[in-house]
């Protein structure tokens, strides 16, 4: 019963997000493709998370990619097409190399570092003004991709969250998901099983690194410009984390859950409270923490239970 439902509900937001454009204007396609984006970076942030590594530098992955992609258009002639998954590829190997350092550190450890990384990556782009163009950041001369039409864009994040997806699912299903698992449950006895610790969690690392570098890509040729105050927005942080942990954590359809409530609820704060939205973030990420542990996609299997009790 909870898995037919949990399908069928998957099925008609697929069904929605494939027919949206048909019948949606400028600015409900724009909603949407926020709530895409930040799906799909809550969807990465799950997908390391399941190795039991809390992380906190999504919004540093994210920057990062965005100005490789802007700085590679701007100051290589870079085609667009080609900035984005350039965008994705120079986030995981900046992952890979960072990896071999904070990779060894585990817990509260790892997610300062992380965070701290983030702030590290944006004081660098924030003081090389020649170059990234400082704080005031970076224009595309040759303008947005697709020239700012709103149904190309949207095509285009979309790309984005099904690659996201893609490679969640290939952790929930390959052999990715029982050695990631075991390192969560316990280290020591996943060490005693012959499973390689340090090379799963690199992979993993790396594997996130480059989705949150590639959709920051993708963010920055839908807009045209770069600043690190915008594209290292602690909004890439604490908007996907609160998504995964409102839909459920270890999971691909929790994060996406999640990312739809919240998304729309965010838009509607955005307006009604612009500079405080954060704060109603934190306050449900506390009450989800306290409350629903294991988040909105648990709370059909209750209803289950009772229905498989009734019929027996």
Avoid: C
């Amino acid at each position: 019963m909870n898995r037919t439902l949990m399908r069928i509900l998957l099925i008609l937001i697929a069904v929605v997000a494939v027919a949206f454009p048909a019948f949606a204007g400028d600015y409900p396609l724009q909603v949407a493709r926020n709530i895409m984006l930040y799906m799909a970076l809550a969807i990465s942030w799950d997908m390391l998370l399941r190795s039991g590594q809390i992380s906190f530098g999504i919004a540093g992955l994210f920057g990062i990619g965005a100005y490789a992609a802007i700085l590679g258009v701007v100051r290589a002639g870079m085609p667009t097409w080609l900035s984005i998954p350039f965008a994705g590829i120079f986030a995981a190997l900046v992952a890979f190399l960072i990896g071999f350092v904070i990779l060894r550190l585990r817990a509260m450890y790892f997610s300062i570092v992380t965070l701290a990384l983030g702030e590290i990556f944006r004081i660098i782009v924030h003081n090389l003004h020649d170059f990234t163009g400082g704080p005031e950041g970076v224009v595309m001369q040759q303008g947005v991709m697709f020239g700012g039409n709103a149904d190309k864009l949207y095509w285009l994040v979309l790309a984005g969250l099904l690659v996201a997806i893609a490679a969640s699912y290939w952790f929930e299903k390959s052999r990715i998901h029982f050695a990631l698992t075991t390192i969560r449950n316990n280290e020591i006895s996943a060490k005693s099983s012959g499973v390689d610790i340090f090379r799963w969690l690199l992979l993993a690392f790396v594997v996130t690194s480059a989705i949150q570098g590639m959709l920051g890509g993708i963010f920055v040729m839908s807009y045209g410009f770069a600043a690190p105050d915008v594209v290292f927005s602690a909004d890439f942080t604490l908007l996907p984390l609160a998504m995964a942990l409102l839909g459920g954590i270890y999971s691909t359809r929790g994060p996406i859950f999640g990312a739809i409530l919240l998304g729309l609820v965010a838009e509607w704060l955005k307006l009604k409270i612009p500079y405080g939205h954060l704060v109603v973030y934190g306050i449900m990420i506390i009450i989800v923490i306290l409350f629903m542990p294991q988040g909105l996609k648990n709370l059909f299997k209750p209803a289950a239970k009772r229905t498989e009790g009734r019929s027996a």
